[in-house]
């Protein structure tokens, strides 16, 4: 059974950093993407960042800047680190992973809660 499970969500003031950690089991995603979308409260879910197997990357316009993508293979996790955090980017983050697609992915975390405050 595919699970991933996201840490290092929290309260942070604008202008901070937090960094995101998603942890997989139950299969292993190094010749997969995995990647993390958001949604924010009264808003649609949203693709956020997607790293390929080949560590390339891509992000929505929004964060490009400000929000870095990487991933660990041997610890089959991937990471967020999010820099210069403004109020909308207060969302509940969730991490993805197998076919990540603009809209949709194959496995979902459960997410992870980022408030960003004034």
């Known amino acids: 059974q595919v699970q991933l499970v996201e840490s290092g969500g929290g309260l942070v003031q604008a202008g901070g950093s937090l960094r995101l950690s998603c942890q997989a089991s139950?299969?292993?995603?190094?010749?997969?993407?995995m990647g993390w979308f958001r949604q924010a409260p009264e808003k649609e879910r949203e693709f956020v960042a997607r790293?390929?197997?080949?560590?390339?990357?891509y992000y929505t316009d929004s964060v490009k800047g400000r929000f870095t993508i990487s991933r660990d293979n041997a610890k089959n996790t991937v990471y967020l680190q999010m820099n210069s955090l403004k109020s909308e980017d207060t969302a509940v983050y969730y991490c993805?992973?197998?076919?990540?697609?603009?809209?949709?992915?194959?496995?979902w975390g459960k997410g992870t809660l980022v408030t960003v405050s004034l």
């Open positions: 790293i390929n197997w080949s560590h390339n990357t």
């Open positions: 139950g299969r292993t995603f190094s010749g997969s993407s």
């Open positions: 993805v992973a197998g076919v990540v697609g603009p809209i949709s992915a194959d496995y």
